[in-house]
């Protein structure tokens, strides 16, 4: 009754040595982690899936991982839910998205499929279903596909994002149009999740170099009455401080007209501005609150965790709001849940340079509020190993942008947000791992960081005498 096919456990990655591994992140048992994936609400538990692959830590034959959750914090591991190799999926089950009906858990996924053993440059790709009762074990559809690509379709047809409106079930997939090369998010409708009728393009980039040429892992969801088109661009050309990563991740605001298959929208912007962060994806809690992960990495970052075992790593919940007609990210409320202890609640006037030293450096939340009034100087914090900057934040009020620097990358990135009075700046440091969060979702960074060397220090760095209010905890898994 169910998928049949399951994973070689003796063939699983062995973690070797545990000197990057997360404390609070989701991260394979041992292998390699792209995309998150499927994302719900399903029986009493969140459940949270990822690109796998369980036998490397490289990228390979994609399976989707799976842990569950009761608080969005506290995962726990389970069984893997899809394993590619049957005719639907023959190279891979790809990202994709999840959706509940009359109490059964759907996922529809990419079947990707290469025409020759050997040459990953030549595939194609396909939209498959599979479904379960018990949110653990799953079976492939077995009408599968559901959806082949249009013919004016290149290659690139996949990541399909799911969601209900009205009576009706939508999804729109992430392509690129055979002819002019442009990416476009592909919409269909269905009554039944099970037949879907395709409406055409919604939306299609206007100048590759500015939009991209394949929009990868689209979203969508709403904020404030509006409609978001979140996507995964490759291919966008670097704009001076902006788009510095090989591969970005960006969300388009405006109207989705049902009727017409449109998608009426602003420029893109980024969702988040720092080095490891791609491929993210989100979904309404049963509160009411869009919660996204992302992929804390991408394809063109070293990942030293590589040489133990692993590789990659999902980020933190994260609320999706609107700040300033962007979308930006704030931490889930439930991260308050991993604090153990408070090391660190002081108010006082910071001078100059001030170190800070927390029992387990490596696994804290700094929360800090600097007051800015008149204030034309400049505030940073970093955290650094005895012989270097591991990661470097930096905000400037008279250019009024923001500075992340992480070691061992070449350039940094930047985020501008104006002139605030006061800047508020929270942090979550994990073992290999960096978030920090500006202003209430004026700005994220996602970065990674790698040291052999424990004793950490904190600096708060100011260039003019300002009060600070600074809190820090320190994080862990109890419960
Ligand atoms: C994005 C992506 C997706 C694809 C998956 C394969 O990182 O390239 O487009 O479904 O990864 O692992």
Redesign the pocket.
């Known amino acids: 009754m169910f998928n049949l096919r399951k994973i070689d456990e003796s063939r699983v990655a062995k973690i070797s040595n545990t000197r990057y591994r997360e404390y609070y992140h989701i991260q394979t048992p041992g292998g390699w982690l ?2 998150p994936n499927g994302f719900c609400f399903f029986k009493g538990y969140y459940h949270v899936f990822y ?1 796998y692959h369980p036998y490397s830590a490289e ?1 390979g034959p ?1 399976h989707w991982g799976h842990v569950r959750s009761k608080d969005l914090v506290h995962w726990e591991n389970l069984p893997v839910a899809l394993v590619p190799g049957d005719p639907e999926d023959t190279g ?1 089950c ?3 998205s999840a959706i509940v009906k009359d109490n059964r858990l759907y996922l529809i996924y ?1 079947g ?1 499929h290469y025409y020759e053993d050997g040459d990953q440059e030549h595939f194609w790709e396909n939209q498959n279903v599979a479904y379960s009762d018990d949110g653990i074990h799953f079976t492939k559809y077995d009408h599968n596909p559901i959806i082949e690509a249009p013919t004016d379709n290149s290659q ?1 047809f ?2 399909p994002k799911v969601w209900q409106h009205g009576d009706q079930y939508y999804l729109i997939l ?1 392509s690129r149009a055979q002819e002019t090369n442009r990416a476009r998010i592909l919409l269909y409708q269905s009554d039944d999740l099970l037949h879907w009728q395709y409406k055409g393009p919604v939306a299609e980039s206007t100048n590759n170099q500015l939009e991209g040429s ?1 929009w ?2 689209p979203d969508f969801f709403r904020l404030n009455g509006q409609d978001i088109i979140a996507c ?1 661009p490759m291919g966008i050309q670097p704009q001076r401080h902006r788009f510095l990563n090989l ?1 970005q991740s960006t969300a388009f605001i405006g109207h989705f007209d049902y009727q017409q298959a449109q998608f009426i929208h602003n420029d893109l912007h980024l969702l988040d501005y720092g080095h490891n962060f ?2 993210p994806q989100s979904f309404l809690t049963p509160d009411g609150r869009q919660i996204q992960f992302g ?1 804390f990495s ?2 063109d970052q070293a990942m030293p965790e590589q040489a133990d075992g692993w590789a990659g790593a999902l980020t933190l919940p994260r609320e999706l709001i609107l700040h300033d007609d962007q979308v930006g990210t704030i931490p889930a409320q439930e991260t308050e849940l991993l604090r153990v202890g408070e090391v660190i609640n002081t108010t006082k006037i910071i001078n100059r340079s001030h170190q800070f030293t927390v029992p387990d450096p490596q696994h804290t939340e700094w929360d800090l509020t600097f007051d800015l009034p008149d204030y034309g100087g400049q505030v940073s914090w970093q955290l650094a190993n005895s012989d270097h900057a591991l990661i470097a934040f930096n905000y400037d009020q008279g250019s009024g942008e923001v500075t992340v620097h992480q070691h061992n990358q070449e350039t940094d990135r930047y985020a501008s947000i104006g002139h605030p009075t006061q800047l508020q700046v929270r942090i979550f440091v994990d073992t290999s791992s960096v978030e920090i969060f500006v202003n209430n979702g004026a700005a994220t960074f996602t970065e990674r960081y790698y040291t052999n060397d424990q004793t950490l220090i904190n600096t708060i760095d100011t260039s003019k005498p300002i009060t600070t209010t600074i809190k820090a905890y320190n994080l862990g898994m109890k419960g």
């Open positions: 792209n995309d690109q990228w994609m891979g790809f990202s994709g990419t990707h690139d996949r990541d992430g394949m990868e892992c995964s591969n791609y491929a992929w991408s394809f």
